[in-house]
T-cell receptor, first 110, second 113 residues
Framework: ELKVEQNPLFLSMQEGKNYTIYCNYSTTSDRLYWYRQDPGKSLESLFVLLSNGAVKQEGRLMASLDTKARLSTLHITAAVHDLSATYFCAVDTGRRALTFGSGTRLQVQP | EAGVTQSPTHLIKTRGQQATLRCSPISGHTSVYWYQQALGLGLQFLLWYDEGEERNRGNFPPRFSGRQFPNYSSELNVNALELEDSALYLC????????????FGSGTRLTVV
């Protein structure tokens, strides 16, 4: 059974600081997705990572995938309050079923 | 381009009743997926429909079922509702096997009382 572990589960950081969220998974997969969820809202797609070494950046967020280490990272640069949300990584187990991590609740303090 | 649309937004049902949730995928997407986001259990895969057929099913009892219509919209039916079925049900659609990602709808909040 595929396990997807995110850490930290909760992150409180100050505006302007950098931090990284980690996503480890337990079985081979080369498809990993990052989503953002605001309270009471749906999932917003952030990144689609489809191969080993994939790196994607959008604004202050950058995601990478290392399939050999079974690790993806979501790096936040110079955080701003608008980035406060819960971030999920999800791994494709095959047959189109995503297994999600528990989520990282990010709180950016002014 | 319209996104994935779900209805109703909220649904309150009594234990033992049946609930029907609806989803319309993005135009051109033939695959529809259902996920459950329950408090304490996280996001769990429920079902995948493609071209009118159920292609994959998560670890849920048979009282969770659904169908996909010729226009690719989908229904999720939950029979014999239990209190633990209270959750946010999210529908997603994709163009192919996820190379462009999976786009989620805004969800249906089901409350079983």
């Amino acid at each position: 059974e595929l396990k997807v572990e995110q850490n930290p589960l909760f992150l409180s950081m100050q505006e302007g600081k950098n931090y990284t969220i980690y996503c480890n998974y337990s079985t081979t997969s080369d498809r990993l997705y990052w989503y953002r969820q605001d309270p009471g809202k749906s999932l917003e797609s952030l990144f689609v990572l489809l191969s080993n070494g994939a790196v994607k950046q959008e604004g202050r967020l950058m995601a990478s995938l290392d399939t050999k280490a079974r690790l993806s990272t979501l790096h936040i640069t110079a955080a701003v309050h608008d980035l406060s949300a819960t971030y999920f990584c999800a791994v494709d187990t095959g047959r189109r079923a995503l297994t999600f991590g528990s989520g990282t609740r990010l709180q950016v303090q002014p | 381009e319209a996104g994935v649309t779900q209805s109703p937004t909220h649904l309150i049902k009594t234990r033992g009743q049946q609930a029907t949730l609806r989803c319309s995928p993005i135009s051109g997407h033939t695959s529809v997926y259902w996920y459950q986001q329950a408090l304490g259990l996280g996001l769990q895969f429920l079902l995948w429909y493609d071209e009118g057929e159920e292609r994959n099913r998560g670890n849920f009892p048979p009282r969770f079922s659904g169908r996909q219509f010729p226009n690719y919209s989908s229904e999720l039916n939950v029979n014999a509702l239990e209190l633990e079925d209270s959750a946010l049900y999210l529908c997603a659609s994709s163009l192919d096997q996820g190379s462009y990602g999976y786009t989620f709808g805004s969800g249906t909040r089901l409350t079983v009382v």
